[in-house]
């Protein structure tokens, strides 16, 4: 039966991140209305009501909601009400993060052109630092370093016009530590 | 006073106020004509239309600023006139001037009026002569002279594209330190956005309020106005939230700024529909710009009045004199819901409409070119509906505003209904403590943390993984086709996603 399938699926917990933040949510238990999942070790119970539109009513902690669901190739997307997820599954950020970067690259966010470039190959620079100025959706964007880093490849130019997704630069840690010297990555 | 036939309507624009535009066209009797750049071949002002005409590529100069393409699609559409909505090519005085050389109704000011009102420098001179109070300020601002300006009025200074509107071009300069290099970057991106690089400096208030008064002109030199709208609420300039009437307004200085428009609207000799914008510090108020155009928030006026000011701008381009509006009832808000990340600073968002709960109710109107399917793309403006709320008082038109907002629901592009929402509901929106720095004292750190929510989000999102809830892949995946073509559908390398494994 469908039910069955959909409940041994269900038995995997995730592991998502939204932002910087990461979670893990397991679904106990579904028959009828009736739901039950453990988020980061914290187990809760509420219903959920399919409707007809591929959304649902989930009511837990003495609250109503109406969600709605979508699979990305590299994300879920949720509305939650007027609000909306991006969750993306736990991957390989762990290790940038063990490398003490936020962030190994400056991507556009935007396709867009490219008006100053404000960092060299080889600059330290410090968390919140302007690094490449683009113009995109007619207004000025100011790219900044999420964390302090040391330029390692400055990859666009002023003039340039970038589309979603190109890195602009490339970043290694500040600090090298025997831990990261033992990474065959970071050289 | 020729009166003049309309019978086929070009409307140069995309998005709600094409669609907009098109059906107020459309209940007159009127044949409409859309244009499209490739980006939008599918969009719904697109559909709407009874005929519609590709008009460049997706960048916006290619297509939507393109006034030869748009011309000539109009000439072969057999159009006798063109309402250019609002941006793009609405307050080009070129344009407008194109149209009129083509033979064709422009559906707004003269290409003369607009041009006086357009920039910013004549218009202030314009505002002076006709006993319009203006805020201190410099024309024409080189470095040097600026920042002697602010050293003698005190920072901060603001600093403004002479050719720029709404918002765009307009940067705060809060030291001396900053100034120069504040005065080339906003030079900068007025000469990229507008094609001119002048820009003039204004005294800042600290917490002033933005009132605007909307005014109609005909060819007889008629002037009405028809109310104000309270648009204090805003973020980075650009207004996110309107209202009307304007709260707390004394009935003196609503009166004093309804004639101080009419003034002005007469001096300019203006004749279709025009909005006076007003920096209001308590009773006092000071000219800031006149939009030469429909506003883009134009409902919250139509629906206290009971009027179409799309109606009223055809029938005025026809030579049509204006009735008198009737008396105006309750209270409009209107929030503007943009493709943007509230939570991350604003970012731009895009994607595809992968579903969509729009609201619905008494005194509920939501302007949309939204369906499922539709694709918002990085090309323009990130506008993607207005939601308006009618009451017969502020306090129902409130309520009812945060009802509908809790509706609406766009999955797959992420946008700011949920803020505006907490933005409606807050205590400080409800007392009406309004001005421009609104958003920046109230909500500049969001959303506040909501355990709840977050847990219903992760739920949603785990049943979503395993195939349990949500849209269907192969459902969604034949619609997404059909309206977006395979190459862009993100269905198609679905089963990327994996369940990550306890191991």
């Known amino acids: 039966m469908e039910g069955v399938g959909r409940l041994r699926a269900l038995e995997a917990p995730v592991k998502l991140k939204s932002g910087s933040r990461d979670f893990e949510i397991e679904i106990l238990f579904r028959e009828g209305f009736e739901i039950r999942a453990r988020i980061d070790g914290r187990e809760l119970a509420g219903t959920l009501r399919e409707l007809g539109d591929a959304s649902a009513i989930l009511e837990i902690e003495g609250r109503r909601f109406r969600v709605m669901g979508a699979r990305r190739k590299q994300s879920i997307l949720v509305a939650v009400g007027p609000r909306t997820f991006d969750f993306a599954p736990v991957d390989g950020g762990a290790r940038r993060a063990r490398r003490g970067l936020a962030a190994a690259e400056i991507i556009a966010p935007m396709p867009g052109k490219v008006l100053k470039v404000l960092v060299n190959e080889g600059d330290v620079v410090s968390a919140g630092q302007a690094m490449v100025i683009i113009e995109a959706m007619k207004m000025e964007t100011t790219l900044s370093a999420e964390s302090p880093a ?38 | 006073m020729a009166r003049r036939k309309l019978k086929v309507l070009l409307v140069a624009n995309r998005g709600e106020i094409a669609l907009r535009i098109i059906r107020t066209a459309r209940a007159m009797g009127l044949r409409t004509v859309a244009v499209f750049s490739e980006a939008d071949a599918h969009s719904a002002h697109v559909a709407a239309a009874d005929d519609a005409r590709l008009i460049g590529g997706a960048p916006a100069a290619e297509s939507y600023l393109n006034i030869d393409s748009i011309i000539a699609a109009a000439r072969e559409t057999g159009a006798d006139a063109i ?66 300006f602010a050293a003698r009025e005190g920072f901060p200074i603001l600093v403004k594209a002479a050719a720029g509107g ?53 060819e007889k030199g008629n002037i009405v ?29 609503r009166d004093a700024m309804l004639a101080a428009a009419t003034r002005l609207a007469r001096a300019a000799g203006y004749t279709n529909a025009g909005t006076a914008e007003f920096l209001v510090d308590g009773d006092r108020f000071y000219f800031l710009e006149v939009n030469a155009r429909l506003q883009v928030e134009h409902p919250i006026t139509e629906i206290r009045f009971g009027c179409d000011l799309v109606e009223e701008q055809l029938k005025i381009a026809c030579g049509e004199e204006i009735a008198p509006p009737s008396a105006p009832r309750g209270c409009a808000i209107e929030c503007r819901i943009n493709a ?59 309520a009812r505003m945060v009802a509908a907002l809790d509706e609406l629901a766009i999955l797959g592009v992420t946008n700011t209904a949920a803020f505006l929402r907490d933005v409606i509901a807050s205590e400080a929106f409800g007392a009406a403590d309004l001005s421009t720095r609104f958003i920046e004292e109230q909500f500049s750190h969001w959303p506040s943390e909501d355990q709840a929510l977050t847990e219903a989000a992760l739920i949603a999102a785990s049943l979503t993984a395993s195939g349990a809830l949500g849209i269907r892949p192969t459902e969604a995946a034949a619609q997404l086709t059909a309206a977006d073509g395979a190459d862009r559908s993100p269905w198609k390398a679905l089963g990327g996603f994996e369940l990550w494994k306890r191991q």
């Not at chain 2, 006709?130 to 470095?143: C, D, I, K, Q, R």
């Open chain 1, 150 to 187: 040391v330029v390692k490849r400055v990859c666009a130019k002023p003039g340039d016009t970038v589309d979603h997704g190109a890195v602009l630069i490339e970043l290694s840690p500040a600090v090298v530590s025997s831990a990261l010297q033992s990474d065959p990555e970071a050289r």
């Open chain 2, 83 to 148: 309402h250019p909505g609002y941006g793009f090519l609405s307050e080009r005085p070129e344009f407008a001037r194109a149209v009129e050389q083509a033979g064709l109704i422009f559906v707004g000011p003269r290409a003369d009026v607009m041009a006086q009102l357009g920039d910013k420098i004549s218009a202030r001179k314009l505002a002076i002569a006709a006993g319009v109070p203006v805020v201190p300020g410099l024309e024409a601002a080189a470095p040097d002279a600026a920042c002697e």
């Open chain 2, 166 to 218: 709404g918002g765009r071009g307009m940067r705060v300069v809060e030291s001396a330190e900053v100034c120069v290099a504040a005065l080339e970057a906003a030079s900068r991106e007025a000469l990229s956005a507008f094609g001119d690089g002048r820009v003039f400096i204004e005294k800042y208030l600290a917490r002033p309020r933005h009132i605007e008064v909307q005014f109609l002109g005909d």
């Open chain 2, 225 to 253: 106005t028809m109310g104000e709208r309270d648009c204090s609420i805003q973020r980075r300039h650009q207004k996110i939230v309107e209202e009307s009437p304007a709260p707390h307004l004394s009935n003196t200085a």
């Open chain 2, 340 to 398: 943007e990340d509230a939570s991350a600073g604003f970012r731009p968002a895009i994607g595809i409409v992968l579903d969509l709960r729009v609201p619905a109710g008494p005194g509920v109107r939501f302007d949309t070119h939204l369906a499922r399917g539709s694709e918002v793309t990085p090309f323009y403006d990130g506008l993607l509906g207005k939601l308006i709320t009618y009451g017969s008082d502020r306090k129902q038109a409130r």
